[in-house]
């Protein structure tokens, strides 16, 4: 029987208690901050060399960013 490899580190993912944290961290920042911590996370969701794929963590950073920055759009 074929055993599947042994992960050395498991993944950091972030529970519901902690998104929701982080969720109203972001809405006391100022839009400048939300930014700077969006791109900040954008930049750890990069893929390098189609091999290495972004901690779960970071892209869950950059969609709590991302709601933080819709919710502060204009509508139109």
């Known amino acids: 029987m074929v055993r599947r490899p042994e992960v050395e580190r498991r ?3 972030l529970s519901r208690e902690h998104l929701d944290e982080l969720a109203r961290n972001l809405s ?6 939300v930014l700077d911590f969006y791109q ?21 950073e950059l969609v709590q960013a991302w709601k933080q920055l819709r919710k502060w759009r204009p509508r139109s």
């Open 11 to 13: 993944e950091e993912i």
């Open 28 to 33: 006391h920042l100022s839009m400048h901050a």
């Open 40 to 60: 900040q996370a954008y930049r750890a969701c990069r893929i390098i060399n189609d091999r290495t794929f972004p901690p779960a963590r970071a892209v869950q």
